[in-house]
């Protein structure tokens, strides 16, 4: 059974960088058939894909237009576990974070959910 | 970018009712289509895979259909815990996904 634990701060100074870590059970994070991707949920913007990493005989990432300059998701192989980074962070990034797992495009495997508030 | 869109964005039903939920697509993508429960304070799970293919361990009172444009979800007879807000899901455009709005389920 794949679960995904997240841990990071839940408050971040306007301009700094929001880091959550994602650590995984159940599965690796080199998998061959899965994403792991942030998604990040807001009563302004709903349900919003920020970004993936995943390998395929190497290390692949992607990420939504709207964050792809501020954006860094990392693999972490020796602690099975992958991170977010988003830099420049304004009040407009307050949401709740989720970590996610896809398999072709169906999220069936999701964090807890971390509330990270943007706020001086 | 591919635009989702649901309606209702809210209903309210009676428990044994058959709830019917609409999504549509700015353009076409085909049976990639996904639709999530989300109850409060939890992450969305998983209910219906490519437009029409029940999760594992989910009930049979659920169920979706459509391709292309147009697509619905159901839930043949409402249960209380069953109140909840569902999204749609496209992923015609990867590699990244685009969610609906979302419909949020009450009981009459």
């Known amino acids: 059974q794949v679960q995904l634990q997240q841990s990071g701060p839940g408050l971040v100074k306007p301009s700094q960088t929001l880091s959550l870590t994602c650590a995984i059970s159940?599965?690796?994070?080199?998998?061959?058939?899965?994403?792991w991707n942030w998604i990040r949920q807001s009563p302004s913007r709903g349900l919003e894909w920020l970004g993936r990493?995943?390998?395929?005989?190497?290390?692949?990432?992607d990420y939504a237009v709207s964050v792809k300059s501020r954006i860094t998701i990392n693999p972490d192989t020796s602690k099975n576990q992958f991170s977010l980074q988003l830099n420049s962070v304004t009040p407009e990034d307050t949401a709740v974070y989720y970590c996610?797992?896809?398999?072709?495009?169906?999220?069936?495997?999701w964090g807890q959910g971390t509330l990270v508030t943007v706020s001086s | 970018d591919i635009q989702m869109t649901q309606s209702p964005s809210s209903l309210s039903a009676s428990v044994g009712d058959r709830v019917t939920i609409t999504c549509q697509a700015s353009?076409?993508?085909?049976?990639?289509l996904n639709w999530y429960q989300q109850k409060p304070g939890k992450a969305p799970k998983l209910l219906i895979y490519?437009?029409?293919n029940l999760e594992t361990g989910v009930p049979s009172r659920f169920s979706g259909s459509g391709s292309g444009t147009d697509f619905t979800f159901t839930i043949s007879s409402l249960q209380p815990e069953d109140i909840a807000t569902y999204y749609c899901?496209?992923?015609?455009?990867?590699?990244?996904?685009?969610f609906g709005p979302g419909t949020k389920v009450d009981i009459k």
């Open positions: 990493t995943y390998y395929r005989s190497k290390w692949y990432n």
């Open positions: 159940g599965d690796s994070v080199s998998s061959n058939s899965a994403a």
């Open positions: 353009q076409d993508i085909s049976n990639y």
């Open positions: 899901q496209q992923y015609d455009n990867l590699p990244g996904f685009t």
């Open positions: 996610a797992r896809d398999r072709v495009g169906a999220v069936a495997h």
């Open positions: 490519d437009a029409s």
